[in-house]
């Protein structure tokens, strides 16, 4: 992923100062034949880094950009071309802002409980861009996620605008539906792909730590109950947490207490 920060803020929703706890994260597109993140996003003049987010971005020169008052939309990032023509992300709002973008359906808006960004359409034949922007998507979406404690293929939590209609909390729009089937993806495959990206950034604590949580939830085998309390009277293991992972300096110190007790030397 390819981040540039953005942040459009002339635009009323920033202005408006409102913040969410992230609950999901929501997939739109833009509708319009313009693959250019720079057709919506361009940084505020004056503006820390202005000229170095101009580069990356490139400048719309016809002023329409969602930088400006009265634009009664916002999302939190687009996915899109950058100005050397390669595939990148630029935030347009802070992660926890509560952005404008899904309207109102008839159980409420994901505009309270979802982040939210645009992926920027070209003439959607193009197989090749369908594919870097795809792939960008999926590794902001699994950067939110982890970000955000969010399991994204928990339901609820990775919809796209179509679905949050369905759901009764976006506006009746068919993004990304009317795109993605076309190159063979669906919004279920893109769950998974975010899943898998998860786990391959996963760092060696993370693995860790979901390990324990997991051999936590399992009993002691029924085999080791006897030996593990002769192992607490004898002071070996204070018996806390028996199906916890252990470091190998913690098994050898157990193994001297052992030794030891069994000399008669402690």
């Known amino acids: 992923m390819r981040l540039t920060e953005c942040l459009l803020t002339e635009n009323d929703c920033y202005k408006g100062g409102r913040t969410i706890v992230p609950k999901g994260v929501m997939v739109h597109s833009t ?3 313009n693959p250019n993140i720079r057709r919506y996003a361009q940084p505020t003049a ?3 880094a202005y000229e170095e987010t101009l580069s990356v971005l490139g400048i719309n020169r016809n002023g329409n950009d969602w930088n400006r008052g009265g634009v009664k939309k916002c999302v939190h990032a687009f996915v899109g071309l950058l100005a050397d023509g390669s595939v990148g992300t630029a935030q347009t709002l802070p992660w926890e802002a509560r952005g404008w973008h899904a309207g109102t359906g ?3 808006s994901a505009n309270n409980t979802h ?9 959607l034949l193009d197989r090749a861009y369908f594919a870097k922007v795809y792939r960008e998507a999926a590794e902001l979406t699994a950067y939110l996620c982890e970000r955000f404690g969010l399991d994204p293929l928990a339901d609820g939590v990775v919809i796209c605008h ?15 539906e ?4 076309r190159f063979g993806k669906s919004m279920d495959d893109f769950r998974r792909d975010v899943a898998e990206r998860m786990e391959e950034n996963m760092t060696g604590e993370e693995i860790y730590r979901r390990l324990n ?8 085998p029924a085999w080791a109950e006897k030996e593990l309390k002769e192992a ?4 070996i293991t204070d018996g806390t947490e028996p199906m916890a992972l252990i470091p190998r300096y913690q098994a050898a110190i157990m193994a001297r207490r052992a030794v030891e007790k069994e000399a008669g030397t402690v």
């Not at 179509?162 to 990304?176: F, K, L, Y």
């Open 162 to 176: 179509a679905e949050g209609h369905r759901r009764g909390i976006a506006s009746d729009h068919v993004d990304v």
């Open 115 to 123: 982040i939210a960004f645009e992926i920027c359409e070209d003439g």
């Open 46 to 48: 004056g503006s820390k």
């Open 232 to 235: 607490v009277a004898l002071g």
């Open 106 to 108: 008839a159980r409420g």
């Open 213 to 220: 949580e997991y051999l936590r939830t399992r009993p002691v």
């Open 178 to 181: 009317h795109w993605w089937p």
């Open 31 to 33: 509708g319009a034949n």
